[in-house]
């Protein structure tokens, strides 16, 4: 299993946070999505077919690029 974490500068909120974690969700092989609104911070447990790629392309198409 691999987790990542990754800055989201547009991240301004709890509701934000579990926007980003329903999004995240959909995608095969995410496991674990926590969320810190104080530090703009998503991490993520995942593993194939889920890829870093997979979850970037998701949070930009949901409008929270990730840095």
Sequence with gaps: MTKKTFSV???SCDHCVKTIRNELEEIAGVERIEGDADKKRI???YEAPA???KLREKLKE????AE
Excluded: M, R
């Design 51 to 53: 890829t870093e790629a």
């Design 9 to 11: 500068p547009n991240i």
């Design 62 to 65: 949901i409008n929270y690029p």
């Design 43 to 45: 991490s993520v447990s």
